[in-house]
């Protein structure tokens, strides 16, 4: 993770996984990081407390930047920048 003002980060785009259960969010954000361009940031919503701990796991592995996470009424946003 790094120093960045999630509050302030405009997205360039943002998927709604919240009806979603595990691995649903996951494979939203797979489809979601290839619309958008390298160095952009994708949002990610999610009910699914598994994704917070699976989403950075599989950024790393896959070469983009877990940005982090904030708490939502019921469920996380959480932001990818897309590495490559």
């Known amino acids: 993770m790094c120093d960045v003002n999630l509050e302030e980060l405009a997205p360039a785009k943002v998927v709604d996984a919240r009806g979603s259960a595990c691995p649903g ?10 619309t958008v361009a ?3 940031v994708i949002e990610l919503w999610s009910g699914d ?4 701990g699976d989403l950075p796991k599989w950024a ?4 983009h930047q877990f940005l982090g996470v904030l708490p ?3 469920y996380d946003r959480m932001f990818i920048s897309r590495g490559k």
């Open 25 to 34: 969010p996951l494979l939203e954000a797979k489809k979601a990081i290839g």
């Open 38 to 40: 390298v160095g952009e």
């Open 72 to 74: 939502a009424e019921g």
């Open 49 to 52: 407390p598994s994704t917070k």
């Open 60 to 63: 790393e592995k896959v070469g």
